[in-house]
């Protein structure tokens, strides 16, 4: 254990990190099993040495953005069980229409109270779109408007929404610019809350995996549900909206994305947030988009995405008092370490969002903003 404790003192060194140091990205070991953890295991022990309480930092999200940016990690490499942590990725299609069931009963099914309590009114779990001093609920607006603008949203269009989660855009995308909208999801609490937040507006809400779509739609927009397709599953998604959007209409995609063209999720995110999530990379968009699509515009929103987790982190510590009888110390750890990790993603240009206007092939370029 002391070679192991070595080595990672090296490898922490590298990113500026101090074992046990004062400043606030240091790392405060409080048990030493995490060594030859996280040497073996890489960042899924790492995440769940923090879950198990074996070392605490006080600015996680400057630690993880820090580590990223050095590439220390790249010193480690992965054993046996970190490889078997992937290889389901790599052999299967993790995303099939039973598997892709799992994300939404396991994290989007955990409870309305949790998400409610850390999001902003309209429930947007995706990045927002800030402008100087906005809070998250005016970013988040500002969000919804951009999207809305880019696909050229007028009275009387009918939009699908793929991956509706809570219903906030198809609410606003029906108040603000009178359309007709239909959201899918697969999500059981997802889809019931999204009905009653959209009862009275021309929005129909349905439990349907995308795959089952087959009807002609003016607009199409899909935010932060492609994370969740699975690059075996990318070019079905994009033959999906390519059949379902009229003639000159218009497709916008928001999703999350890796710099490099991956095939598994960081293991400590599948198994403990997004159970079968991938990020898709520039090359793998394209590629499933190819011969469908004209791409009429490609726009990176990533540093919004470090600000509005940060964001979330504040507004989840606040409620906290209110949530954990029901949710627990580990879980807590676990969500903070979730947010922050991420966000430290994000500053480090490690992974970035982007959104993508798609046009049909021969449609006129829309003259609609794209930024």
């Known amino acids: 254990m002391a070679d192991a404790k070595e080595i990672f003192s090296e490898i922490m060194a590298v990113a500026g990190i101090r074992l046990n140091g004062s400043r606030p990205w240091d790392i405060l070991v409080h048990d030493e099993r995490l060594y030859p953890g996280v040497l073996t295991r890489k960042n899924l022990a790492l995440g769940e040495g923090y879950m198990a309480g074996w070392w605490d930092c006080e600015r996680i999200d400057e630690f993880i953005h820090r580590l990223m940016r050095s590439h220390a990690a790249d010193k480690v490499r992965g054993g046996l069980r970190f490889l078997c942590a992937i290889l389901p990725a790599l052999l299967l299609n993790m995303q099939t229409r039973t598997r892709a069931r799992a994300v939404a009963e396991r994290h989007y099914d955990l409870g309305n109270d949790l998400f409610g309590a850390f999001l902003d009114p309209f429930r947007q779990y995706s990045c927002a779109y800030f402008k100087e001093d906005d809070d998250l609920t005016a970013a988040q607006l500002r969000k919804m408007r951009l999207i809305c603008d880019k696909l050229g949203l007028a009275p009387g269009m009918r ?6 989660g809570w219903g906030g855009l198809a609410r606003f995308a029906a108040e603000e610019y009178g359309c007709a909208v239909v ?23 349905r439990r349907q995996d995308y795959r089952e779509l087959r009807e002609p739609f003016d607009r199409i927009v899909s935010v932060g549900m492609f994370e969740h397709v699975g690059y075996r599953n990318y070019r079905e998604f994009m033959r999906v909206a390519a059949r379902c959007l009229k003639p000159g209409g218009v497709f916008l995609l ?15 995110i599948e198994r403990y ?50 949530l954990r ?47």
Request: glycine share 8%.
């Open 254 to 268: 928001h999703t999350i994305g890796s710099n490099v063209s991956t095939r598994w999720c960081d293991p400590w």
């Open 183 to 205: 959201g899918v999801n697969i999500s059981k609490e997802q889809a019931d809350f999204a009905r009653a937040f959209c009862a009275g507006l021309p929005v129909e809400i």
């Open 273 to 322: 947030i997004f159970p079968r999530g991938m990020l898709p990379s520039c090359a793998q968009i394209t590629r499933a988009a190819e011969g469908l699509f004209v791409m009429e515009d490609w726009q990176n929103l990533g540093p919004h995405y470090d600000r509005t987790l940060m964001c979330w982190l504040a507004n989840f510590r606040a409620a906290w008092p209110g």
């Open 325 to 371: 009888e029901r949710y627990g110390e580990t879980f807590r750890r676990m969500w903070e370490y979730y947010l922050q990790s991420c966000a430290g993603a994000f500053r480090a240009r490690d992974i970035q969002l982007w959104q993508i206007v798609f046009t049909a092939p021969g449609t006129a370029q829309p003259c609609c903003r794209l930024a």
């Open 159 to 164: 939009l699908l929404d793929i991956g509706c």
